[in-house]
Structures are given as structure tokens and as C-alpha cells.
């Protein structure tokens, strides 16, 4: 237990390291910036990182950790074969995929991302889109699991499954766009 | 513990509801009684503890907690057909049910809401008091204000609510969801969240 919490410190003291030096290059590159007039936006790119790292780190976490009542247990290393839970499911994949591929259930996603909203304020926030319309993509995100509905006030909010393949369409989005430039 | 004891007992007076009646509103949970169910009151010394009704009723409960990285759980929403167990604490006990919302129930009134009569009633009323007791244990704090707890048979356990000023437990046999200001928990079968200001900790099993 007390190893694992040093591994847990270590990896926290890297990764605090990481972000003085990503701080050293975003103030270096602003010092070119202003010098070149080039403009670089490095905020999010930096955000990113930490935020991958972070998840990366939490996941292998959970991956090798486990923690119950009786104590904290350390889980053996598998390697070798990819497990039946690793293998890609395609048809399930292209049915979530299909779900996103649609404009306004991304705006309903980005949206319900600084919390919970009524039905009409994402309406209001979504140009274009008929009640109809609306109650028909929540639905089918409801339905998906990337969004859940109060049964007492009825806000929607976003689930964290929903939360993280927004974030991880958005980053493969932003990365696309970049390898075409 | 709920003490079995000779003060606690059912009322002799039978009711039903005449209108839809909504037993707990909050902003995360709702519990109503449709219009025609019957109701007989829990009595101990004399005084009103509660009710045991019987007929439909509808349980409405946000068992989701939001995080910083999205919200967890799910709305529960069910509907139940048959007696129920409500205990009451403090002051809501005469704001509950009035004479607006009850009235004496014929013999009408038993068979509408599926009892054969109203000793058939009687009985099953009795019966779900005396289950309860069997499988309940806990002391009720009977001067707590706002205190509300109900019962829901479901099979051979009850689903329960708790609710009190600042917050609602709700524990059935795969679910458990607490609030208590600004904590909220949720504990499945593989997992137990705590999440306290959008910051959460999460233990999962196995």
C-alpha cells in the first residue's frame, strides 16, 4: 500500500514537473510569438496533455489497483492475448458513431457540458432546432447512455461516458485537422 | 429498534384519497397516491405516527450524483399496486393528509382498489404493518421535523425512502442512494461513489 501511494507521488511530482516545462515553452513561445508575430495557441494543446496524462494515469490505476473492504490489493500484470473485454466491437462502435454523426446531438452534448439543462434552454442555446426535433435527439442520446434525465425536475445532464467520447471526438476531430495542414 | 408493543396499532376510521396526492416533493424526490387509495392510520398512544395505504402509487427518484466529469446513476421512476408504509415525524404529520385530501371510504371504495371489502383491507394493512416490523430494525426518531420515511413490499424485502430536512436515503437490494447536503453517495452492486462539491471518490469491487 505504502509503495503504491510512493508510485502515486512520484507520478503526481512528474507531472507537476511537466507542466513547469510546458510552462517554460508556452512563455518562451509567446516571447517568439510576439517577436515573429506568429500566433500559436498552446493553452489547450497544454490542457490536453495534462488532461491525457491524468486520465492515463488514473485508468492504469484502476487497471492494477483494487480496492475493497478488506483492503487495498495490488491486480497481477496480465500480458500476452488481448482479452474478450479489449476486443473491438464494431457493430457497437458504429452504432455510438452513429449517434454522433449528427450535428445538433454534438451541440446538445457541448451544451449540457457546464451542467445540467432543461429541455428549453437547450432550445434556446441550439439555433434551429424545433422542440421536436430536440426531444427526438435527447431521446436517442438518453437511449445511448451519453445523456440521463431527472425524473423529478427533468434537467438532462451529461454522464461521464458522455463527457469522455466528446472530448475524445473533439480531440480526434481537432487532430485530423491538423494532419491536413 | 421500532419497538412491537401494545401503543403501536391501526386505526379504526378507513379513508381513501380523493385526489391525487403527492406524499413527498423535493427537488430529488417526488412520491404520490393516485385519487381512490385507501388509507388507514398508524396510531401509537392515541397519536398519528403514520399511515398504511394501499393502491397505486408512483415513486419518482433521481438517484444521479453530478461529478466534474459528468453525471452518474439514474432516474428511478416505479409504480407500485398494493400497500405501502409511510412514518412521519414532527410537524408534517397533520399537514400530510387532510380532510381535502381524504375522506371515509365506502364499500365501494375497497373493491375499486382491489380489496374484497373493508376487513379485507384491514388485514393486509395489518399484515404489511407486521412484516415491517419484522424486517426493519433501526430507532425512528418520531420528534425529527420533516422526517418521512415510506415502505415499499417488494417481495420478501421493502424498498426504502428516508427523507428529512436535508436529505433522502433510498435502499433497495442493488441500489443505494444517500444526500445529505452537499454529499450525495450512490453504492451498486460493483461500486460506491462519493461526491461532495463536483469532487468524487469511487470505490469499485472486484
Not at chain 1, 432546432?129 to 434525465?149: D, F, N, P, Y
Not at chain 2, 388509507?39 to 419518482?60: D, T
Not at chain 2, 404529520?93 to 374484497?116: E, I, P
Amino acid at each position: 500500500m505504502n509503495a503504491d501511494r510512493e508510485k502515486i507521488d512520484a507520478l503526481k511530482r512528474e507531472i507537476n514537473e511537466l507542466k513547469e516545462r510546458l510552462d517554460k515553452i508556452e512563455s518562451a513561445v509567446e516571447k517568439e510569438r510576439t517577436k515573429t508575430g506568429i500566433e500559436i495557441r498552446i493553452e489547450g494543446f497544454k490542457n490536453d496533455i495534462i488532461e491525457g496524462l491524468m486520465n492515463g494515469i488514473r485508468g492504469e490505476i484502476e487497471k492494477s489497483v483494487l480496492i475493497s473492504p478488506s483492503g487495498i490489493y495490488v491486480r497481477p500484470v496480465k500480458k500476452g492475448k488481448i482479452s474478450e473485454k479489449e476486443k473491438l466491437d464494431h457493430g457497437k462502435i458504429a452504432s455510438v458513431m452513429r449517434v454522433l454523426s449528427n450535428e445538433h446531438r454534438l451541440k446538445i452534448l457541448s451544451a449540457l457540458m457546464n451542467g445540467g439543462k432543461y429541455a428549453s434552454d437547450l432550445e434556446q442555446k441550439i439555433h434551429g432546432i424545433s422542440a421536436s426535433a430536440l426531444s427526438s435527439h435527447l431521446k436517442i442520446l438518453e437511449e445511448t447512455g451519453l445523456i440521463v434525465q431527472e425524473s423529478v425536475r427533468g434537467r438532462y445532464l451529461i454522464t461521464m461516458p458522455g463527457r469522455v467520447i466528446l472530448k475524445i471526438i473533439n480531440r480526434l476531430a481537432r487532430l485530423l485537422e491538423e494532419s491536413e495542414k | 429498534m421500532l419497538r412491537v408493543n401494545q401503543c403501536i396499532r391501526l386505526g379504526s376510521e378507513l379513508y381513501k384519497t380523493t385526489q391525487e396526492t403527492a406524499l413527498l416533493r423535493s427537488s430529488k424526490c417526488m412520491i404520490t397516491v393516485k385519487r381512490g387509495t385507501l388509507v388507514v392510520n398508524i396510531l401509537k398512544k392515541g397519536k398519528l405516527m403514520g399511515y398504511v395505504f394501499y393502491g397505486k402509487a408512483k415513486l419518482c427518484l433521481d438517484a444521479i450524483i453530478e461529478t466534474s466529469e459528468g453525471a452518474l446513476g439514474k432516474a428511478i421512476t416505479k409504480e407500485f399496486n398494493g400497500p405501502f408504509i409511510m412514518l412521519m415525524g414532527g410537524e408534517v404529520k397533520q399537514a400530510v393528509l387532510s380532510t381535502v385530501t381524504v375522506s371515509s371510504a365506502t364499500n365501494d371504495d375497497f373493491t375499486k382498489a382491489g380489496c374484497k371489502n373493508a376487513q379485507n383491507f384491514v388485514e393486509i394493512a395489518s399484515n404489511t404493518w407486521k412484516k415491517f416490523l419484522r424486517h426493519v430494525e433501526g430507532h425512528w426518531p418520531e420528534n425529527e421535523k420533516n422526517m418521512r420515511m415510506f415502505a415499499f413490499p417488494q417481495n420478501d424485502i421493502f424498498e426504502i425512502v428516508l427523507s428529512s430536512r436535508d436529505g433522502i436515503v433510498y435502499a433497495t437490494t442493488n441500489t443505494v442512494y444517500i444526500l445529505k447536503g452537499d454529499i450525495q453517495a450512490l453504492g451498486g452492486s460493483r461500486e460506491i461513489m462519493v461526491t461532495r462539491c463536483g469532487k468524487s471518490v469511487s470505490i469499485k469491487y472486484g
